[in-house]
């Protein structure tokens, strides 16, 4: 599947992969996550080591897939919508990027829970929460991951790439995996990225079914 003499084909085929791959990690790290399926409020991590570093680690995975996926998405973007994917793609990779170092903060909630007093761990946290990381981490990291990933699939639909479910389907999974999110609602934590895997996984497939020159018409042909 992955030619790597082949830069075009291997380029559009593991974009086209990470497109499925990063929803599906996101739908598979929120129901490994304690806390979705019913943890005991914040102790919830702290009482289920082992899930919550496979939950941390796959939701890590699910934004750093979807770097190479964006990448692809907006090289296919020539002419109509180009300056909006080119903005929104730089946008939302460095919002990716930021996002999934955030990850890491579960394992800190694993230790301290289990060693200190739950006020003494949640004031800890809190402090953690400073101006530099909720401006330069936090605030970027919710841009462009989920606004990010909405104007570019805008953009890629404008350029006549997909229909309009595209978008909508990206901006409903963002909605409503957000509201499970925050409410720890198993059924939205769920059906968000199910919507997401759906639709991004069904622009993957095609990518992956392109031909080079769908790919990149103005190719030059492969030395022998």
């Known amino acids: 599947m992955f030619d790597l003499t082949n830069p075009d084909a291997f380029r559009r085929r593991a974009a086209g992969a990470s497109l499925v791959l990063a929803p599906l990690c996101l739908l598979l790290g929120m129901i490994v996550d304690p806390m979705e399926a019913g943890g005991d409020d914040v102790l919830g991590y702290a009482n289920n080591p082992a899930a919550t570093g496979v939950s941390a680690t796959l939701l890590h995975y699910a934004w750093v897939l979807w770097v190479p996926g964006v990448i692809g998405l907006v090289h296919l973007v020539r002419r109509r919508g180009g300056v909006l994917a080119h903005l929104a793609g730089a946008v939302t990779v460095l919002g990716l990027i930021n996002f999934s170092s955030l990850m890491i903060a579960d394992f800190f909630d694993i230790v301290l829970y289990q060693r200190l007093l739950v006020d003494q761990a949640t004031r800890i946290l809190e402090d953690a929460a400073q101006p530099a990381m909720v401006a ?3 605030i970027p990291g919710m841009i462009g991951s989920f606004l990010g990933l909405i104007l570019v699939a805008v953009a890629y639909t404008r350029a006549g790439r997909a229909g309009w479910w595209f978008p909508v389907g990206v901006f409903a999974g963002m909605a409503v995996w957000l509201v499970g999110a925050r409410s720890w609602n198993p059924v939205f934590g769920y059906a968000g990225p199910a919507i997401l895997l759906a639709a991004f996984g069904a622009v993957g ?18 030395p022998a």
Not at 209 to 220: K, Q
Request: hydrophobic fraction near 50%; avoid cysteine; proline fraction near 10%.
């Open 136 to 138: 330069a981490w936090q």
């Open 205 to 222: 497939v095609a990518m992956i079914r392109m031909t080079d020159e769908e790919w990149n018409p103005a190719r030059e042909p492969v």
